[in-house]
C-alpha cells in the first residue's frame, strides 16, 4: 500500500454538544472534513468556534459530563474511533435523558484509547499548562508518554546498540561520532549529530546508550521477549484499522484493552522512581533528551529535571511538543502551537513539522489564528464559524479567492507589518451564542450580504471548482453535502 | 515626554538551578540581568525576544510580583529623585557590568520610595496595577464563577473615582450588588461576550475566550498600569483586531499604560509606541515603534523582523536565518551575549560587553558594531530594506 494515497482521517457529520446549566451548547453541528494522507490541513476561524472541540472530539478527550459527541464518524482507515461511543448516547437517550457516565464501557474504551492516542494520533494542546501534570517533572512526563507508546522502538534501539556495542565505545573514547552505523541506534546518532551540540551533548548519549546495551547483554534473554512480545501487540493494534470484521475486531480490542492496563501507569511511576532503573527506562531518558534538544531547548539537560511551573511560556509549549513528537504518531493535531513562541523558534518549529510530514508521511492537522503560518505550512484550509466548516480551499486558493463571506472579512482584519497606518478591520458583531444560534445561516447576523433566505434555510455545501467548497446561499453549483 | 509612571534601576532576577541528590544550589539562571526600565504615563511599552529572554520575568518583577535579586523600582518618582537616581545609575555602569559591590547595593535599596522595600508603598502599588498572565488557564481560579473572577479585585480594590481622599490618595468606590452587576456586564459585553458567560466556569470556553475574561478582569479595576502577557496570542485575527482597538480606547479614556509583551511584531507595531527587545536577561535595542521598524540596527532585532511569517502563500523572502544554538541564561556567553548567533561579530564581541548607546535619537542600542552597520546597511541598500524583507 502506497503510504501517501487516500486518507488518513475522514471525519464526517460530526456533532458535539456540553450540557451545562444554561442549556446546550451546540459547540459542533455537523463538521465534516477528510485529512489526506502526509498533508497538512489548516483550520482557522475566530475563538470560540469549535477549533479545539474538533480536535479534543478526534481524540476523545471531550471532558463527559458535560460534554458528548452525539453522533458522526471519525474513520481512520476501517476503524470508526466513535462507534463505540455512539451506542453508549444511545443508551442514554432513550432510557434517561440525562448524561450519566457508562462507567464500565467508557473504562474500556478509555485503557485502549490510551494506545491509540500516543502511537497513532497525538495532539499538541493550547495550553500546554494544562496538558502537564504539575507535580511531576518535564522528564518522567516525557518519558511516560515513551514508555507507554513507543516500547517496541526503544527496545529494538537498545538491542541493536548491544550489536554495536565495541563501535559506541570507541567512539566515546575518540570524542565524538565519526561514522556511520547500520542499525537503529545508527539512526539515532544520525539524529544526535544532526542536533550538533557539540560532545558533551554526544558524549552523555553515548554514555548512556553503552550502560543500557550493557545491562540488555546481561539479562538478553528476558529483553528480548519483552521485544517480541512488544512487536506482537503492535502488530495486533496495527492490525485494527484494516478491513476485518466486527467480530475480530471486538476480540482484537478486548486483547489490547487488557495488554493496555497491563501497563498502566501506577506502576510505571514506581519504576521510575527506582535508583537504578531497567534500560528501557533509562533508553526512555536518553531520548527524552534528545526530543528536547531536536525542539531546541537550551541546556536541555537541566530543564528535564524542571517542573513545569518553572519554564517560561515558550518552554513549555516547546516541552509540549516535544511529547506529541516522542512517538512518531500517523496523525498530528496541532492546536496553536507556536502561539507562545517568538517568530525565530516558530520557524524552527514549523520547520520540524515539515521534515515530519516529509520523513515520516505524517498528515499533519494544524489549528491557528495565524493566517501567516497557515500561509506558509498548509496545503488545505478549512475554516469555521460557529460550529460549522464554512469554506474548505486549497491554501492558495483560499488567499486568493476566498468565497464566504467570513473568510473575506478574516482575511481583511490581519494587522499587516507592512501597513501599520491601515485601521484594523473588524468583522461586525460578535461571536453567536452556541446555545441559541441563529437560525439559517449562523453567519447571517454579521453579514453584509445576508437576504431573507440566509435567516430561514442552512446553506447547503457547494462545490464552486475543483476543491473548494462553500456553504453560503451566495454561491450555486453542485452540492457535496 | 510625558510623565515617568515607573522607574526600575539595575533590576536583577536570578532562580536557583537546583540539583544532586540534595538539592544543592548549582548555579543561577540570569532570566533578567541588568536592566533599566522607564515606564511614561499612558504609553504602551512592548517587550519583544525570544522565547525564555525573561520578558515574563521581566513583567512580574516590574509589578512587583516576585521580589527581585537586587534593583530598585520607583513610582511616579519627583524631579529631584529622577536626577539622584540617574546619577546613581550612570556611576554604577560606568564599570561595564559586574556585580554590584555591598555599599552600591546598599544605596539602590535604601533610595527611600523603592517599592520593593517599602511595605506602605507596596500595598497602595499593589491596587493601581494589573496583570494579564500569558497563561489564562493557570491563572483563572477554576472553582469561581466568571462573574466572581471579574469581581474579586474590584471587591479588594474598589474602581477608582474622580478626585482624592483625605491622604491625598486615589478616591475608591466599592460597588456592591446590582450596580456591580451591571457595571461587570457592561466590561463583558465589550470584551464581546455576553450576559450567559458569568455564570459559566473558567473550563467551559475556548481558549479565546478565556484570554478575554483575563482581560476583563484586568482592566474592570481601571489600573493605572497593565503588564499584557501574551494577551492576544490566543486570539484569531478579527477579536484580536477587536480587542486591540478596546485597549486603544480604554488608554485614550483613563491614560493607562501597557507592557505589552508579545512575540508577534505585527501587534507591537499596531500597538506600542516605544518597543524594547530583549537578548537572555538583556535589553539590546531600545526605540520607539516607528524609527525602530524603519531602522533596526541591533544584529539579533533584524533577524526577528526578517523571520515575520507574511499572509501569502506566493511571498519568498530572504530571510536571515540565525545560526548556532541558543545559549543558555544559565551560562550566558561572555562579551556579546548575542556573538555565537551574530553575522556581524568579531573578535571584541565574545570579551567585551557592548553598553547600550544612543545611535540616533532616542534610538539605544547594545552591539559594538552598531555605528558600523547603520552606515553600511545604508550605504548598501538604504537601510530600510531590512524592514522590507518582512513584507
Ligand atoms: N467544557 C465546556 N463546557 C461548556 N462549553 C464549552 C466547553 N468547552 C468548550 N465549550 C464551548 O464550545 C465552543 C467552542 O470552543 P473551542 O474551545 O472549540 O473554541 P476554539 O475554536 O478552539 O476557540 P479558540 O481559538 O479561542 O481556542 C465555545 O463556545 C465554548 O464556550
Ligand atoms: N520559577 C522559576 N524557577 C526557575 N527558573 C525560572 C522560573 N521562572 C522562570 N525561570 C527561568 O527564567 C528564564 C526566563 O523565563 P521567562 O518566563 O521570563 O521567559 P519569557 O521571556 O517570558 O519567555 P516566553 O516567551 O517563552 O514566555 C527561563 O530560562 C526560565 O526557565
Ligand atoms: S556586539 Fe558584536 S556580537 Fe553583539 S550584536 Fe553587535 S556585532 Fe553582534
Ligand atoms: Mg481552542
Ligand atoms: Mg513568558
Redesign the interface.
Known amino acids: 500500500m502506497n503510504k501517501l494515497v487516500g486518507e488518513a482521517l475522514v471525519v464526517k457529520d460530526l456533532k458535539t454538544q456540553?450540557f451545562?446549566?444554561?442549556g446546550v451548547?451546540k459547540a459542533l453541528e455537523d463538521v465534516s472534513f477528510i485529512l489526506k494522507k502526509g498533508e497538512v490541513l489548516g483550520i482557522?476561524?475566530?475563538?470560540?468556534?469549535g477549533?479545539?472541540?474538533t480536535a479534543y472530539s478526534i481524540m476523545r478527550l471531550i471532558?463527559d459530563p458535560?460534554g458528548r459527541i452525539i453522533s458522526g464518524q471519525i474513520k481512520m482507515g476501517d476503524y470508526d474511533l466513535i462507534k463505540g461511543m455512539d451506542q453508549e448516547v444511545d443508551i442514554i437517550l432513550k432510557k434517561r435523558p440525562k448524561i450519566r457516565h457508562h462507567n464500565k464501557m467508557i473504562k474500556k474504551n478509555e485503557y485502549l484509547y490510551n494506545k491509540i492516542r500516543g502511537r497513532y494520533i497525538s495532539m499538541i494542546f493550547?495550553?500546554?499548562?494544562?496538558a502537564l501534570n504539575p507535580v511531576f517533572t518535564v522528564e518522567d512526563q516525557i518519558v511516560e508518554s515513551l514508555y507507554l507508546h513507543s516500547k517496541t522502538k526503544i527496545l529494538r534501539v537498545i538491542k541493536s546498540a548491544s550489536e554495536h556495542i565495541s563501535d559506541l565505545q570507541s567512539f566515546k573514547d575518540k570524542g565524538g561520532i565519526t561514522s556511520e552505523l547500520s542499525g537503529e541506534v545508527g539512526v539515532e546518532l544520525q539524529k544526535i549529530k544532526i542536533q550538533?551540540?557539540g560532545f558533551e551533548s554526544e558524549g552523555k548519549h553515548l554514555e548512556m546508550l553503552i550502560d543500557e546495551a550493557t545491562k540488555y547483554l546481561a539479562k538478553k534473554n528476558k529483553y528480548d521477549e519483552m521485544l517480541k512480545e512488544s512487536i506482537e501487540v503492535d502488530s495486533l493494534e496495527d492490525s485494527l484499522f484494516g478491513n476485518i470484521g466486527e467480530e475480530e475486531r471486538a476480540r482484537i480490542l478486548k486483547v489490547l484493552s487488557k495488554e493496555a492496563k497491563k501497563s498502566h501507569l501506577t506502576r510505571l511511576t514506581k519504576r521510575l522512581k527506582k535508583r537504578n532503573p531497567d534500560p528501557v527506562i533509562s533508553e526512555a531518558r536518553r531520548e527524552a533528551f534528545g526530543l528536547l534538544e531536536s525542539v531546541?531547548?537550551?541546556?536541555a539537560f537541566?530543564i528535564l529535571?524542571n517542573y513545569p511551573h518553572?519554564?517560561?511560556?515558550?518552554?513549555?509549549?516547546?516541552v509540549v511538543i516535544a511529547i506529541a513528537l516522542s512517538n512518531d504518531p500517523q496523525i498530528l493535531i496541532a492546536d496553536?502551537p507556536t502561539?507562545?513562541?517568538?517568530?525565530?523558534?516558530?520557524?524552527q518549529i514549523l520547520e520540524l513539522l515539515r521534515d515530519l510530514r516529509k520523513n515520516r508521511g505524517t498528515s499533519i492537522i494544524l489549528i491557528t489564528?495565524?493566517?501567516?503560518?497557515?500561509?506558509?505550512m498548509c496545503d488545505r484550509v478549512a475554516v469555521m464559524y460557529a460550529g460549522n466548516v464554512v469554506e474548505t480551499a486549497p491554501?492558495?486558493e483560499l488567499?486568493h479567492n476566498p468565497k464566504h463571506p467570513y473568510t473575506i472579512?478574516?482575511?481583511q482584519?490581519?494587522?499587516?507589518?507592512?501597513d501599520?497606518t491601515k485601521k484594523?478591520?473588524?468583522?461586525r458583531g460578535?461571536?453567536p451564542?452556541l446555545?441559541k444560534p441563529p437560525t439559517g445561516c449562523r453567519f447571517n447576523p454579521r453579514c453584509q450580504f445576508a437576504f431573507d433566505k440566509c435567516t430561514v434555510e442552512i446553506p447547503p455545501t457547494i462545490e464552486t471548482s475543483e476543491g473548494h467548497t462553500v456553504a453560503c446561499h451566495l454561491f450555486s453549483g453542485k452540492e457535496v453535502r | 515626554m510625558s510623565e515617568i509612571l515607573l522607574k526600575g534601576i539595575g533590576i536583577r532576577k536570578y532562580f536557583p538551578i537546583r540539583g544532586g541528590v540534595s538539592g544543592r544550589t548549582l548555579g543561577y539562571v540570569h532570566a533578567v540581568d541588568d536592566v533599566n526600565i522607564t515606564i511614561y504615563k499612558g504609553e504602551t511599552i512592548g517587550v519583544v525576544g525570544e522565547s525564555g529572554c525573561g520578558k515574563t520575568t521581566l513583567g512580574r518583577v516590574v509589578l512587583d510580583l516576585i521580589d527581585p535579586t537586587t534593583g530598585a523600582l520607583f513610582y511616579k518618582p519627583n524631579e529631584s529623585e529622577m536626577s539622584q537616581l540617574e546619577q546613581l545609575y550612570s556611576e554604577l555602569t560606568s564599570g561595564g557590568a559586574r556585580e554590584l559591590k555591598k555599599e552600591e547595593k546598599k544605596i539602590l535599596n535604601t533610595t527611600k520610595d523603592n517599592i520593593y522595600k517599602s511595605r506602605r508603598k507596596k500595598k497602595d502599588f499593589r491596587s493601581r496595577v494589573q496583570i494579564v498572565f500569558q497563561d489564562p488557564v493557570s491563572s483563572l481560579d477554576p472553582r469561581m464563577l466568571i462573574k466572581d473572577v471579574i469581581f474579586e479585585p474590584i471587591k479588594i480594590n474598589g474602581i477608582p473615582v474622580e478626585g482624592e481622599d483625605d491622604n491625598g490618595k486615589q478616591k475608591r468606590v466599592r460597588l456592591r450588588g446590582d450596580a456591580a452587576t451591571k457595571y461587570i456586564l457592561d466590561i463583558v459585553t465589550e470584551m464581546g461576550l455576553n450576559e450567559d458567560h458569568l455564570f459559566r466556569f473558567p473550563h467551559e470556553f475556548s481558549g479565546g475566550q478565556r484570554q478575554r475574561i483575563a482581560i476583563a478582569r484586568a482592566i474592570a479595576v481601571k489600573p493605572e498600569f497593565i503588564v499584557l502577557d501574551e494577551p492576544t496570542s490566543a486570539l484569531d485575527v478579527s477579536v484580536q483586531a477587536q480587542i486591540l482597538s478596546l485597549l486603544k480606547n480604554l488608554q485614550q479614556k483613563y491614560n493607562v499604560a501597557y507592557m505589552f509583551i508579545t512575540h508577534n511584531l505585527a501587534v507591537i507595531r499596531a500597538v506600542s509606541t516605544r518597543v524594547i527587545v530583549m537578548y537572555l536577561g538583556k535589553i539590546v535595542e531600545e526605540a520607539l515603534t516607528d524609527e525602530l521598524f524603519e531602522y533596526p540596527i541591533h544584529p539579533y532585532t533584524q533577524a526577528l523582523i526578517s523571520a515575520i511569517p507574511v499572509p501569502d502563500p506566493n511571498f519568498k523572502r530572504s530571510r536571515i536565518v540565525l545560526s548556532g544554538d541558543v545559549p543558555s541564561p544559565a551560562n550566558p556567553p561572555s562579551g556579546c551575549r548575542f556573538h555565537t548567533r551574530c553575522r556581524f561579530a568579531k573578535e571584541i564581541c565574545s570579551t567585551e560587553e557592548p553598553k547600550l548607546k544612543e545611535i540616533r535619537t532616542g534610538h539605544v542600542v547594545a552591539c559594538h558594531f552598531a555605528e558600523d552597520i547603520l552606515k553600511t546597511e545604508s550605504e548598501r541598500t538604504g537601510i530600510k530594506k531590512i524592514s522590507e524583507i518582512a513584507i
Do not use: W
Open positions: 456540553f451545562i446549566y444554561d451548547v482557522v476561524g475566530e475563538t470560540g468556534c477549533k479545539s472541540v471532558p458535560p493550547q495550553e500546554p499548562m494544562a550538533k551540540k531546541n531547548i537550551p541546556n537541566q529535571k518553572e519554564l517560561s511560556g515558550g518552554m513549555l509549549q516547546r496553536e502561539t507562545a513562541l517568538d517568530v525565530t523558534i516558530q520557524a489564528h495565524d493566517l501567516g503560518v497557515i500561509a506558509e491554501a492558495i488567499f472579512g478574516l482575511l482584519s490581519i494587522p499587516r507589518i507592512d501599520p484594523l478591520n473588524i468583522i460578535t461571536v451564542n446555545i
